[in-house]
């Protein structure tokens, strides 16, 4: 599945060479050279991994990761570090300023790319291929199909991402806001009372097999799927 992937790195050559691959993987990359800028993008599109260089002509990379993480708006982003640097002591500072994982230059473009599927599929693992399967109920992200015990069930394209979101979050609650802002996505300006209409359609594309009741309304608070 693709990503909105912010790469932060001030050297060319290895800001091309990190663009690339991440695009012909299929996600979506946009290029910062220094922490303002990263900051500027950050606020314009909210990325789904950040790729953050820790020597930048500004700040240290690992500054602006102690930024981020403070920020309600970038604190549950993923941070991989970028460093040459190799010591233990590095790793840990790097690791306690708030990044996710850390990546030592030099470094195949093939081992960046396994750890941000890894660190996507931890923090945020409604981003990732994997199929997911609850109580006969399957969803096949790459696929996009959704049968339950083997039928295939008819979901529209938000039912779809509501549900995967649902899955790879089974048994706790989301409000209608926090719906909105991991389903919609954040700067798109929907109504609450859209979350309720897709759910509702969700539950008739699920009824067939019956899957309709592990979506539970909790009153007062959101929704919950039941796993
Ligand atoms: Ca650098």
């Known amino acids: 599945m693709s990503s909105d992937i912010l790469v932060v790195e001030d050297e060319p050559a290895i800001q091309e060479l990190i663009a690339v691959n991440l695009e012909h993987a ?3 990359v946009q ?33 602006l990761a102690r930024r981020l993480r ?9 941070i991989i570090m970028l460093t040459a640097r190799a010591q233990e002591r590095d790793k840990v500072e790097g690791l306690e300023s708030g990044a996710d994982d850390y990546v030592t230059k030099p470094f195949s473009p093939k081992e960046l790319l396994a750890r941000i599927k890894a660190v996507l599929r931890r923090r ?5 291929d994997d199929t997911i399967e609850i109580e006969g109920l399957q969803l096949d ?9 083997g039928n295939e069930l ?39 009372r859209t979350v309720d209409v897709h759910i509702r359609r969700l ?16 009153r007062g608070s959101g929704y919950r799927l039941h796993g």
């Open 31 to 63: 290029r910062a050279h220094t922490a303002a800028e990263a900051d500027a993008m950050i606020r314009e599109v909210r990325p789904d991994v950040i790729v953050l260089d820790w020597m930048l002509p500004d700040i240290a990379g690992t500054a």
């Open 124 to 128: 945020a693992p409604q981003l990732t």
């Open 203 to 218: 539950r008739q594309a699920l009824e067939p097999t019956g899957h309709d009741r592990l979506i539970e309304t909790v």
């Open 141 to 149: 992200p790459a696929a996009h199909r959704v049968s339950g015990r």
């Open 70 to 78: 403070s920020d309600t708006r970038s604190k549950d982003i993923p």
């Open 154 to 192: 008819q979901l529209g394209p938000t039912e779809f991402k509501l549900l995967h979101f649902f899955m790879t979050h089974p048994e706790r609650v989301y409000s209608r806001v926090q719906l909105l802002d991991h389903v919609w996505g954040d700067h798109v300006f929907v109504e609450e």
């Open 26 to 28: 299929g996600h979506r």
